[in-house]
């Protein structure tokens, strides 16, 4: 096995013993819950304030309201009991460094890792690539204040979601951990 | 504001007090993700040992294989250099307390939160039910090591997944925070 795998186990070894949440309920005892980007940099439990069994965690490229977030939103609140939900896009997301174009040109040329230099995304030309790129919405990102407001209105409209749950649309700032609130973002997301 | 985003908004002033990953760079440090539930038990960072900036987290209802999950396991991998995923799921998982007839049946008779009791799931009754949630696959679980398989395997053979990104289909268990590899993925989950 990788370095990688022996790491993590070798990690969740330490984990397991000083584990103490075994007697946790299922649903999240606070009742909220986040949608977040997958960056590396970012660490919900730590910048919100989590501890184990409080909050349902959401998180794709972007922090993005894709269907899959509703489904994962919907589920959270009907079965689980959540009651509020926030929306935290972040500075310096990688979501904003490429087009929908770019990403299915790069996916088309070859399948392989890319690189980014000073004229942004090229293939580094090994292997081959696939068209089925072109099926997919990458759901990039032009501006984070904008996407934050975009994502909070296509949850606050969508049929599944109860008006009385309010949505609060926030940025993390990666240079500081600093949660910022989107005034706009924050007005759409009012519950009803 | 709610007393849930003031306690957050306090929670990530002290983190800020404290923060000094300012410098962290956009791509995963220990180039991996980890694809895993947004259940509140489970906290990643801790369970597999990250620090900001090591890893990419993926999050959603179950921890499944989505379109979504797809699109950005792919851009982790062609734009931000990870070449190890990890796939979680997790013991007692509320996908597996319910299935795709059941939430749409209680989502067409009130879109409130239901109630989950002897007899199973059942609505409050309160407030006007609605049908879209039977144009959405809830991707429910049936038993974990089935679902791990099945995700591994959809992963493992989109055409848009390098042949030679290892990956790792594994179970945690709530009760004691231990990571069990589930050897059918790991198997169906191996570079080739």
């Known amino acids: 096995?990788?370095?990688?795998?022996?790491?993590?186990?070798?990690?969740?070894?330490?984990?397991?013993?000083?584990?103490?949440?075994?007697?946790?309920?299922?649903?999240?005892?606070?009742?909220?819950?986040?949608?977040?980007?997958?960056?590396?940099?970012?660490?919900?439990a730590k910048y919100a304030g989590l501890s184990e069994g409080d909050a349902h965690v959401i998180r794709n490229a972007g922090g993005r309201a894709s269907d899959d977030a509703i489904r994962s939103l919907v589920i959270s609140y009907k079965l689980l009991g959540t009651r509020e939900w926030f929306v935290i896009h972040h500075t310096d997301c990688g979501m904003e460094t490429f087009t929908q174009e770019i990403m299915r040109d790069l996916l088309r040329k070859s399948l392989k890792a890319a690189q980014f230099g000073e004229s942004g995304w090229s293939d580094v030309g090994q292997g081959e690539g696939h068209p089925a790129g072109d099926f997919i919405n990458w759901l990039t990102i032009q501006e984070q204040s904008e996407s934050v407001c975009a994502d909070v209105q296509h949850i606050r409209s969508h049929p599944l979601v109860p008006q009385d749950i309010p949505i609060y649309g926030l940025i993390y700032d990666v240079k500081t951990g600093k949660l910022i609130e989107v005034p706009e973002a924050m007005q759409i997301g009012r519950a009803g």
């Not at 795998?5 to 999240?28: Q, R």
């Not at 949608?35 to 590396?40: F, R």
Request: aromatic share 10%.
């Open 1 to 44: 096995m990788s370095k990688i795998f022996d790491e993590v186990l070798a990690a969740n070894k330490s984990y397991v013993a000083a584990f103490d949440k075994g007697h946790l309920p299922m649903p999240p005892g606070r009742h909220f819950a986040i949608l977040t980007c997958m960056d590396a940099r970012l660490d919900p």
